[in-house]
């Protein structure tokens, strides 16, 4: 059963940057489109960046500028590169993948921006 796992998150200082990745295990599969999501403390997920299997991007407006969201299809591997990380940013990330028939989710990695 494919699995996805998320790792590199963890605790920085306002200013730093952290760098995400996504990984899928337990099979094989072509992902069509990739994108981080995060929830913050009491709040709903929100996407925060997405990228198609030919690579199209798609960022939220508050993180524009800032985080870099890019793939290695053939590692079915999603990374999210933060830079110039606020406190606004600390939240759990989770990756999100689809193919045509399924929609996969990670468990998710914790991002704490605090100094």
């Known amino acids: 059963q494919v699995q996805l796992e998320e790792s590199g998150g963890g605790l920085v200082q306002p200013g730093g940057s952290l760098r995400l990745s996504c990984a899928a295990s337990g099979g094989t599969v072509s992902f069509n489109g990739m994108g981080w999501y995060r929830q913050p403390p009491g709040k709903e997920r929100e996407l925060v960046a997405r990228?198609?299997?030919?690579?199209?991007?798609n960022y939220a407006d508050s993180v524009k500028g800032r985080f870099t969201i890019s793939r290695d299809n053939a590692k079915n591997t999603a990374y999210l590169q933060m830079d110039s990380l606020k406190p606004e940013d600390t939240a759990v990330y989770l990756c999100?993948?689809?193919?045509?028939?399924?929609?996969?989710w990670g468990q998710g990695t914790q991002v704490t921006v605090s100094s």
């Open positions: 990228i198609s299997s030919g690579g199209d991007t």
């Open positions: 999100r993948a689809t193919t045509p028939w399924k929609l996969y």
